[in-house]
């Protein structure tokens, strides 16, 4: 599958990071000709989403909540809430994901914010995860994955701006974000998105 033409740009909600993304034009399918390919996931570590931004925000605004913490970043994507947990001053940050060319692509956009990533985190102190609960299918996994690691003392924050799938009743919101986003990737320019701990 072609990989979509990235450059290093500031972040909106988080403009003192940047990431290398795909232009504000492109879609997420842009690159497999505008169809979607069960072989290979699409291309989500080329966008920054507005889960993940309103994460960074909050951790760069509170950086308390992951200062000298062990971090893990679910379904890092573009690695944006792994980077800001890092600048924040996280212990250690661990990026994890499905897809290995997101985890590859978090590194790379970590070295352009000055800080490094783990691949994973043994017994993280907090888990992050933006913009997880888009299907069915997935929302169910990743709320077992939260919740297990919720019951082992961990703080779990989730960045949602209001996917069809996110159990609400599991949260409580900390932080509210208007977001700027890619009218190509959600038809709006801005989503309102929470920033939410488990309960």
Not at 34 to 46: K, L, Q, V
Not at 61 to 90: F, K, N, Q, W, Y
Not at 151 to 164: F, I, M
Request: glycine share 8%.
């Amino acid at each position: 599958m072609p990989q979509p033409t990235t450059r290093l740009r500031k972040v909106p909600l988080a403009p003192e990071l940047s990431l290398h993304l795909a232009a504000d034009s492109a879609g997420l399918f842009d690159s497999a000709g505008g169809e979607f390919r069960s072989d290979e996931p699409p291309p989500f570590w080329a966008f920054v989403w507005a889960g993940g931004q309103a994460l960074a925000r909050f951790l760069l605004d509170h950086p308390e909540t992951v200062a000298s913490r062990r971090v893990l970043d679910l379904a890092t994507g573009s690695g944006i809430a792994a980077i800001a947990a890092a600048r924040a001053g996280a212990a250690e940050v661990g990026a994890s994901d499905l897809d290995p060319r997101a985890v590859a692509q978090a590194a790379y956009n970590a070295a352009a914010n000055g800080v490094t990533l783990s691949h994973s985190i043994e017994r993280p102190e907090v888990l992050l995860a933006g913009d997880v609960f888009y299907t069915p299918t997935v929302a169910a996994e990743m709320t077992q994955r939260l919740r297990a690691a919720r019951r082992d003392a961990a703080e779990v924050l989730v960045g949602d701006p209001g996917r069809g799938y996110f159990p609400e009743r599991l949260f409580e919101r900390i932080a509210e974000y208007a977001v700027p986003v890619p009218a190509a990737l959600e038809e709006a320019e801005t989503l309102v998105t929470g920033v939410w701990r488990m309960r």
